[in-house]
């Protein structure tokens, strides 16, 4: 059984990015309700009425993974890491946006599926690239093509995108090799209880994992989970590690480990997301109190980073033009934008970042240690960074 426990209210596409604030843009903005329940029989977390798909990826997706040098070299490092541990003759990767993952492996092995075409333009220069959604159909075209199966299945922030997950696993049961693996990195959900980001929910994430879900969930499947690997990338996220059920993996010592601490933490039960959900609701009014103050002392309070996040935090605690001047984000295809919903300009760091700032809110709060070491001059000559996580405050110097 399905129960709502957090309503994030009205919101816009998190990638839905104004070209212009003319009336024609504003009023064809699309929004829907960000209600997210918790699945009592099998624990997984997810949003109540998914936005369709054609909607999201679209020729405009804006997001760049390789635009932070935390994540070039995460994926860098996995890359080496999975060649040397499982050694595999063919390689997919499932969302694979500006390549900031496969480049690191030799293009004859490998084969690329982003159903947002301006990425997959991108890709398909250097790899075999397929521009469509990962579904039953495209499975079977990729086996027919290819004749033999896939060896190494990686995903990051994608698996959690897909509304249809039946059909998801069903497709890559279809294509894994009898001793494959499929590697999948999602943000944690234990870790976003912790931290009270909230923001981790928008449009695009339509599950939130944990362990625990995901054991459930494999089983209708002819697949198991046997191992996980905790990460700090966006804010505490999972690595999945997933075979055949009769494939040679035996399950590791740090799964059950794991799976015991999402216990403890109560994550397979429902008053657990009602207690996270107040916490919410006290953060929400917390940092307009926050914010509202340094403006009442004629400061100037910019946003840094355009995230997808803060599409939800904007939107949730109603923050606009009034509140942020503008937002700053390194990715060219987001500047001389507005924000979704909240029509706030988004400039470059550049114009944007310079004395006249007094304050920053981390939209990239995931990115904290990389912003912090980047903008090191700027704080110490009286830049002051606030973040909502885990809970609103200043960023002490
Ligand atoms: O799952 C998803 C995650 C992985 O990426 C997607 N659905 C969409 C996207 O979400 P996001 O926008 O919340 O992700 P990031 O990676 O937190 O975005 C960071 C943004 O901040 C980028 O637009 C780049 C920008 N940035 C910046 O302006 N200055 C980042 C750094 C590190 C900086 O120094």
Not at 106 to 119: D, G, Q, R, S, T
Not at 195 to 210: K, T
Not at 216 to 230: A, C, E, G, S
Not at 291 to 310: D, F, P, Q
Request: glycine share 4%.
């Amino acid at each position: 059984m399905k129960k709502i426990f957090l309503d994030l209210g009205k919101q816009p596409l998190a990638n839905s990015f104004l070209k212009d604030l003319s009336k024609k843009t504003t009023k064809s903005e699309f929004f829907y309700n960000l209600k997210i329940c918790f699945n009592t029989s099998n624990f997984l977390v997810s949003i109540k009425s998914p936005v369709n798909p054609k909607k999201q990826y679209t020729k405009k997706y804006a997001h760049r993974a390789s635009e932070s040098q935390t994540m070039r070299s995460a994926f860098k490092s996995i890359a080496k890491n999975l060649q040397k541990k499982f050694k595999p003759k063919r390689v997919m990767e499932i969302g694979s946006n500006d390549g900031v993952f496969l480049k690191n492996f030799n293009p004859k092995n490998v084969i690329a599926v982003e159903p947002c075409k301006n990425l997959a333009n991108i890709t398909k220069k250097k790899f075999k690239t397929y521009p469509e959604f990962w579904n039953l159909r495209l499975s079977k075209k990729i086996i027919k093509n290819k004749k033999e199966k896939i060896d190494l299945i990686f995903s990051a922030n994608t698996i959690s995108h897909i509304p249809n997950l039946k059909e998801t696993l069903l497709s890559l049961n279809n294509v894994l090799s009898d001793n494959g693996v499929i590697v999948i990195e999602d943000p944690s959900l234990l870790s976003i209880l912790k931290n009270n980001s909230y923001d981790q929910f928008y449009d695009e994430h339509v599950y939130v994992f944990s362990a625990i879900a995901i054991q459930h969930i494999l089983k209708d499947y002819n697949l198991r989970l046997f191992d996980v690997d905790k990460i700090s990338t966006h804010g505490g996220s999972l690595r999945y590690y997933i075979c055949k059920n009769l494939a040679k993996y035996k399950s590791t010592p740090k799964l059950k480990k794991f799976v015991d601490l999402e216990k403890k933490n109560n994550l397979d039960k429902f008053e657990t997301y009602i207690k996270f959900s107040n916490r919410v609701k006290k953060s929400k009014k917390k940092l307009y109190e926050l914010l509202k103050k340094i403006k009442n002392e004629n400061k100037k309070i910019i946003s840094y980073g355009a995230t997808y996040k803060s599409t939800t935090v904007f939107n949730y605690c109603k923050m606009n033009n009034k509140i942020f001047d503008y937002v700053t984000d390194t990715t060219k295809n987001k500047q001389g934008k507005f924000t979704p919903g909240t029509h706030i300009p988004i400039i470059s760091p550049e114009t944007g970042i310079n004395e006249t700032v007094d304050y920053a809110f981390l939209g990239a709060w995931n990115f904290k240690e990389e912003i912090l070491k980047k903008e090191k001059k700027r704080i110490k000559r009286g830049l002051t960074f606030v973040s909502h996580v885990p809970y609103p405050h200043i960023i002490s110097k």
